[in-house]
């Protein structure tokens, strides 16, 4: 079973601008891009960074350290130095316009 939790209202995300937001001690990134919501766990798997501080680019983030981007569909890595890919997390959003609920379960990787 999976339990979504709102994280945040569509109006607090900013066209690829990450938010960071926790879930159950779970951090995570979230991403508004290309009209769609995505879900990636916060933490970069070369090293502890926080891949929200990174820039976001077709569909993709960027660790700001040393350059691997993940893919925010898959987690997975484009390319080194980063090898092995990040939790990605089912994300549901609630109602309709600025004030529609973002949800996103950490039970449950996607
Ligand atoms: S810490 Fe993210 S690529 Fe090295």
């Given at each position: 079973m999976?339990?979504?939790v ?5 109006a ?11 879930v159950?001690?779970t951090?995570?990134s ?6 769609e919501?995505?879900?990636i ?5 070369h090293?502890?960074?926080?891949l ?15 350059g ?6 898959t987690g ?10 990040v939790p990605?997390?089912?994300v549901?959003i609630?109602?309709?316009g600025p004030?529609a609920?973002?949800?996103v379960s ?5």
């Open positions: 999976s339990a979504f709102r994280v945040a209202s569509l607090e995300l900013e066209e690829d601008t990450p938010k960071r937001v926790e159950d001690g951090p995570i979230l991403v508004r891009t290309a009209g919501v995505f879900a766990y916060d933490i970069c798997s090293a502890n960074v926080s929200s501080e990174g820039e976001v680019e077709d569909c993709a983030i960027e660790c700001w350290l040393h691997s981007s993940f893919d925010l569909r997975k890595p484009s390319g080194l130095p980063a090898t092995q890919p990605v997390y089912p549901k609630e109602g309709e004030d609920a973002v949800l950490v039970t449950q990787e996607s």
